[in-house]
C-alpha cells in the first residue's frame, strides 16, 4: 500500500515539473513572438522645383565641396524615431528607428540633393574616402527634426558655407522650414526628406554666389 501511494506521490510530482516546464518555455515563445524587429526608416534625396544651375555667373565655381558631419543633440540623434518634440515631452516611436544614425544620413542626403542642383561641383561628406582637398565647406547645425504641435514636419538649423581658405568669409544661414507630414512614421520621414531637398535648395544658392578664391 505504502508503495503505491509513493508511486502516486511520484507521479503527480512529475506530472507538476513537467508542467511548469511547459508553462515556461510556451511563456518565452510568446514573448519571442511578439518581440519583432523595428521598421527601419531613411531619408530619401528629392529633385528640386528649382532647375539645375552649372554656371556660376563668371565666378570661380568650387569644383570639390565637402559636407561637414552636423552637429546634433543627443535627443534627435538615436535609433528610434523622435516623432515629435516639445518643451517638455519627446514622443520616440516604440517600433520605428532610423536604419543608421542621422549624424550619418543627413549629410549623405545632402550631399546627393545638393550634387543634383550644381551637376558642375562635386560633394562628399567629411571623412569618406577622398584623393583631393576641398576647396570649400558645409557645415550645418540641426536643431530640430520632428513635428511639431500642429502635425507639421519641421526642420531648423545654422548653416555655414566658406572656401577652404581660414580667412575666408563665411555664409552663415538660419533655416526654418515646415510642411504638413501624413500620418504615421513614413510620411514624417517622406516629409523630412523633401524639407532636407528645400534646404539644399537654400545651400546650393550660398554655394553659388561664394566669392571668387584668393589669387595666390
Known sequence: MEKKNHLASTGSFSRAVFGGMLLAVTSVTLTACSSSDPALYTLQPVTSAVPAVSSFSGLAA?????????????????DRVVLSASSYKLDVAKSDAWSAPLSDQIPHVL??????????????????????????????????????????????????????????????????????????????????????????DQIAGDIRTLPPAPKQ
Not at 62 to 78: A, C, G, M
Not at 113 to 120: E, M
Not at 133 to 145: G, I, N, W, Y
Open 62 to 78: 568650387p569644383t570639390l565641396v565637402e559636407i561637414r558631419k552636423p552637429t546634433i543633440p543627443e535627443t534627435l540623434d538615436r
Open 111 to 200: 550631399a546627393n540633393d545638393l550634387r543634383h542642383r550644381l551637376p558642375g561641383t562635386s560633394f562628399f561628406v567629411q571623412d569618406d574616402a577622398t584623393s583631393t582637398d576641398p576647396q570649400a565647406f558645409v557645415e550645418l547645425v540641426v536643431t530640430r527634426f520632428s513635428r511639431d504641435a500642429s502635425g507639421n514636419a519641421v526642420m531648423d538649423a545654422q548653416v555655414s558655407v566658406h572656401r577652404a581658405e581660414s580667412d575666408a568669409p563665411k555664409t552663415n544661414r538660419s533655416i526654418h522650414l515646415s510642411m504638413p507630414a501624413e500620418a504615421g512614421t513614413e510620411g514624417l520621414v517622406s516629409a523630412l526628406s523633401t524639407l532636407m531637398g528645400q534646404a539644399a
